[in-house]
């Protein structure tokens, strides 16, 4: 079932009362949602709070211009298209304005043809960038445009031309498992992973060094690399050298952190070294905020689709957090947040008020409150977001676990 398409909305910007009341007629009449105000002050108000595709402002107005506002919009809502109009046009300004930003300039008087096919070129081309970004998507089945996330796809267009072992770093919930997929998928229309292996318990990884019989195509996925014993890295090592032979893929996850293991002499070198002829690195969402955008955008969007709803607009506030949050459980945690609060708002817009509240800090409740009450907050939070699973929380937060044991110690005491 796919989501309904969603009409673009656009804001007025102008002084006059008039020609606010034709633009808003005119362009409701071709579908388009409208909404209009008076001046550029009103308009970051209303940005601050509703999602819009297109800021069509006047440039002369009382106040801050068309121009700084053109300016305010891209700085804070890169992904917003903004025309300018005015009655006074010389070169120098429409110079101006589309250096700052403007993707098109309309000089008054117009008429409603040339409004229209301004508009048009300017959300064809908004469309056009959205239409690429799925396609991206499609093609990897992972989300990003970020330099890590493009680094990240071009290794895997890499990997899926070689046979030998491919080792995929990043922290849990990046998208590893999903990054095998991605490289198989580019080979094979249907890629499967035919055994799966967790290395931090040795007792599920016990397969003779030649006992697997695995057909050519075959995929191996081995999870948590980083965790292995010594006696299972040595087993890996052996089969890697075996199954290659027989053009079966193998894949190995770890954290980010392996190669600081390796140097300190806690991991296999000699497997290591095996292993960085393809290596895939996926970064943590922290360190792709736009990124984080996208995916929730994929998410919200999936979920639409199931339920053959339209697909509900995030709000500039929700926006705007959504970049400044960090996300420790990357894209696993984004998902929950975001699926969660389309859930629970039922309505065309999705807001800051509908996340759950360590998300909701990002805005700045932070700064109101003390270090200790921020951190107790973000522990609680995790261990929800896991279920209670203390060993799954300390690798999100990125502490061992006698240290997490210490500080829920401290919560519970009252320190």
Known sequence: MTAKPRKEHILIVDDSPDTLDILQQNLSSRGHKVAGVPGASEALELLARESFDLVLTD?????????????????????IEVMMITGYATVESAVEALKTGAEEYLTKPFTDEELFAAVERVLGKLRARREARAAARGRFGLIGESAGMRRAFVAMEQASRRTGPVLILGEAGTGRRAAVHATCVQKSAAPRLTLTFDCNHPTGFQPGEGSLGLDKGAVLYFKDLDQAEPSVQARIMRLIEKQTRKEVRIFLAADSDLPLIVGNGMFNADLYNLLTASIIALPPVRERANDSVLLAEHFITRLAERAGREVPRLTSQALRAIRAYPWPGNVEELRAAVTGAALRT???????????????????GLAERSLAEAEADHILHVLAYVGGHRGRAAEILGIDRKTLREKLKALKSGR
């Open 59 to 79: 440039m002369k107005m009382p106040g801050m211009n068309g121009i700084d506002l053109t300016r305010a919009v891209r700085d804070r809502y890169p992904d």
């Open 346 to 364: 039922g309505g065309s817009t999705i807001d800051l008020k509908d996340f759950p509240m360590p998300f909701r800090d990002a805005l700045g």
